[in-house]
Structure formats: structure tokens, C-alpha cells
């Protein structure tokens, strides 16, 4: 069910969010504690929404990429995908119990095309990203927005939340 405050129209565009704020975290968890306290206490959280405010991309580099990692991991991908092809083809096979020829003719075949083509992928970036890393989508605060009728409630809510200090262990 789709109200006007979830954010998005019934042609499904997105829509910025509405409310008023209840609350202002720095990190994700504490936000989310505090809708979760908000929820344990019976408030109706079908009205707040967790805002991600100050969007960042941030790029952790995790290690340098050469010949041998591209190719070891595109041998293993193509060895968990041919031994995928090759069980399902030994299973249908006309032959009793679990075939071994199908099995290990996909499993090499999957490796040696696999290779190929992480090998291909490569050599056309020549040279220009030689790290791996990972994206993740962070923001610089997290704000708690909730529905006017509920927001004065909601704020003194957080506001009790607050004084029992910050985030613990056995939160």
C-alpha cells in the first residue's frame, strides 16, 4: 500500500520525501535505533522515513589488480559456472547416476572461456585501473522525518531516546 508520504506517486516517479524532522544521527545505525525504539513504543512508523542527507560515493581501494588475480578469479567463476552447466547436463543425461564426462568437459570448458574473457576485459583498460575496490553509497547524516500529526510525539519520543546516551553493545 502506497500512501502519499512513502515517496513515490502511483505512476511510481520518485518523489523527495516529506515530514518534519524528528531527529538528526550522524551515523545510519543510530538512526535506524531510533526508528526501532519508535516502533518498540508503539508509534506509528508507517509515517518516518530515514533521510541520507550530504549523498557520498565513496571508493575503498581493497588491492592492487594484476595478471594473476584477473585470471585466478576468472578460472574460478568459470569453474563455478561449469560445474553448474555440467550437473545439469549430467542429470539429464541418458546415462545412470551423476556423469562424469559432461561434468568436467563444462567445468574446463567454463574455465578456459572464462579466463578468456576476464583476460580480454583487462588488457582493454591498459593499465588505466590496476586496483579493486568497492563503491558504497554514504550520507554525512541521517535524518528521521515524520508525518506532522505525529511529529511533536515522535520528537519528544527521540528526545527520551537521547538522554539514555548513545549506542551500546546490547542495544
Given at each position: 500500500?502506497?500512501?502519499?508520504?512513502?515517496?513515490?506517486?502511483?505512476?511510481?516517479?520518485?518523489?523527495?520525501?516529506?515530514?518534519w524532522?524528528?531527529?538528526?544521527?550522524?551515523?545510519?545505525?543510530?538512526?535506524?535505533?531510533?526508528v526501532?525504539?519508535?516502533?518498540?513504543s508503539?508509534?506509528?512508523?508507517?509515517?518516518?522515513?530515514?533521510?541520507?542527507v550530504?549523498?557520498?560515493?565513496?571508493?575503498?581501494?581493497?588491492?592492487?589488480?594484476?595478471?594473476?588475480?584477473?585470471?585466478?578469479?576468472?578460472?574460478?567463476?568459470?569453474?563455478?559456472?561449469?560445474l553448474?552447466?555440467?550437473?545439469?547436463v549430467?542429470?539429464?543425461?541418458?546415462q545412470?547416476?551423476?556423469?562424469?564426462?559432461?561434468?568436467?568437459?563444462?567445468?574446463?570448458?567454463?574455465?578456459?572461456f572464462?579466463?578468456?574473457?576476464?583476460?580480454?576485459?583487462?588488457?582493454?583498460?591498459?593499465?588505466?585501473?590496476?586496483?579493486?575496490?568497492?563503491?558504497?553509497?554514504?550520507?554525512?547524516?541521517?535524518?528521521?522525518?515524520?508525518?506532522?500529526?505525529?511529529?511533536?510525539?515522535?520528537?519528544?519520543?527521540?528526545?527520551?531516546?537521547?538522554?539514555?546516551?548513545?549506542?551500546?553493545?546490547?542495544?
Open positions: 500500500m502506497t500512501s502519499s508520504f512513502s515517496g513515490s506517486r502511483p505512476g511510481g516517479l520518485p518523489t523527495p520525501p516529506t515530514g524532522p524528528i531527529g538528526s544521527y550522524a551515523k545510519y545505525e543510530e538512526a535506524q535505533r531510533a526501532d525504539y519508535l516502533a518498540d508503539s508509534f506509528p512508523v508507517q509515517d518516518v522515513t530515514i533521510v541520507g550530504d549523498l557520498m560515493l565513496v571508493e575503498r581501494v581493497t588491492g592492487r589488480l594484476t595478471w594473476g588475480k584477473v585470471l585466478g578469479t576468472g578460472a574460478a567463476s568459470g569453474a563455478w559456472f561449469g553448474f552447466v555440467g550437473v545439469l549430467s542429470l539429464f543425461s541418458n545412470q547416476g551423476l556423469a562424469l564426462g559432461p561434468i568436467l568437459i563444462s567445468l574446463i570448458t567454463g574455465v578456459v572464462f579466463m578468456i574473457f576476464a583476460a580480454a576485459g583487462y588488457a582493454t583498460q591498459r593499465g588505466k585501473r590496476d586496483f579493486v575496490s568497492a563503491s558504497q553509497l554514504v550520507a554525512g547524516r541521517y535524518d528521521v522525518l515524520c508525518s506532522p500529526r505525529n511529529a511533536e510525539q515522535g520528537r519528544d519520543m527521540l528526545a527520551k531516546l537521547a538522554m539514555r546516551g548513545p549506542i551500546s553493545k546490547t542495544d
